[in-house]
């Protein structure tokens, strides 16, 4: 099954900085883990396009008093043509504390953006053959939800989240072909 966890384009886009907090305010720390992956090491193929493609199971802790919904975000800051979004969703519930395998962010009351591929949902990773990529899986608490409509770009949702990141979260782990 496959679901836009951010945009995906047939090029790369641009987004992927790290959006401000509320003056003042100093994000808490999110810990992101998934029982399939490791930090810093391999991603299994099955989550990639190599494999089912689907999204690998997800947990994390928190998040800090006063968040108001979750964002979801997969993406690539090694892709050619600058950070390539394999999921971005939004507005998730802020009591939610994990994502199970393959479901949609949609299971977790999130909206779903497009993806670099053009898609609504998530695509796994998939760099050019013989490159080795990062993949971020991160989640990022907000103190107040974004008025966005399904499809939205991951620049929309960066731009939205500009001042309202209040915590934030990232596993890191590699792919190549």
């Known amino acids: 099954m496959k679901w836009l966890f951010v945009l995906l ?5 641009k987004a992927g900085g790290s959006p401000s907090p509320p003056q003042g305010v100093t994000p808490q720390a999110i810990d992101v883990k ?5 930090a ?3 991603i299994p193929p099955k989550y990639t396009c190599d494999g089912q493609d689907v999204m690998p199971p997800l947990t994390w802790n928190g998040p800090p008093d006063g968040a108001a919904a979750l964002v979801l975000i997969v993406d ?3 892709a050619p043509g600058g950070t390539f979004t394999h999921l971005v969703a939004w507005n998730a519930r802020p009591d939610s504390h994990e994502i199970a395998e393959g479901a949609s962010p949609t299971t977790l009351g999130a909206t779903v953006g497009k993806n670099g591929f ?5 695509s796994g990773p998939c760099p050019p053959r013989g490159s080795n990529h990062h993949y971020r899986f991160r989640i990022v608490a907000i103190d107040k939800a974004l008025t966005l409509s399904e499809g939205a770009t991951r620049g929309d949702v960066d731009n939205a989240l500009a001042g309202h990141v209040i915590g934030d979260g990232t596993l890191t782990a590699t792919f190549q072909h």
Do not use: E, M, R, T
């Not at 998934?34 to 490791?38: A, D, E, K, T």
């Open 9 to 13: 384009l047939c090029s790369c886009n």
């Open 34 to 38: 998934s029982s399939v992956i490791q």
């Open 40 to 42: 810093n090491q391999a």
């Open 76 to 78: 690539d800051p090694d």
């Open 118 to 122: 053009g898609k609504v949902g998530y």
